[in-house]
């Protein structure tokens, strides 16, 4: 499976981005997957999941961001709206080993494939 982030780039604090994370190899209509991302000098976080039985988002981003999916474009979304400074980071999509529960999609140890990132940086 491989994994292609996009989507990334500069915007201004309460701006808008929308990131794309497009597989090949694999189906992902019934596949766990999430978002991640990683602040220099951080460790990797999760900012939000989906699966068949719904979706699943960190609290700092809940009403801002909105993870979806395009099974006919086997691709997931990340609308990423009001951002702010704090946002910024390198963002990575995953696809989940197996079929983990919705509230145990925050834990990489789930995901076994990974994209390569894409920028955000969000400016005040």
């Known amino acids: 499976v491989q994994l292609q982030a996009s989507g990334g780039g500069l915007v201004q604090a309460g701006g808008s981005l929308r990131l794309a994370c497009t597989a090949s190899?694999?189906?992902?209509?019934?596949?766990?997957m999430g978002w991640f991302r990683q602040a220099p000098g951080k460790e990797r976080e999760f900012v939000a999941g989906?699966?068949?039985?719904?979706?699943s988002y960190t609290d700092s981003v809940k009403g801002r961001f909105t993870v979806s999916r395009d099974n006919a474009e086997n691709t997931m979304y990340l609308q990423m709206n009001n951002l702010r400074p704090e946002d910024t980071a390198i963002y990575y999509c995953?696809?989940?080993?197996?079929?983990?529960?919705?509230?145990?999609?925050?834990?990489?140890?789930?995901?076994?494939?990974w994209g390569q990132g894409t920028q955000v940086t969000v400016s005040s």
């Open positions: 989906i699966r068949w039985s719904g979706t």
């Open positions: 995953a696809v989940a080993r197996g079929s983990p529960i919705l509230s145990s999609l925050w834990n990489t140890m789930n995901y076994e494939y």
């Open positions: 190899g694999r189906t992902i209509h019934s596949t766990a």
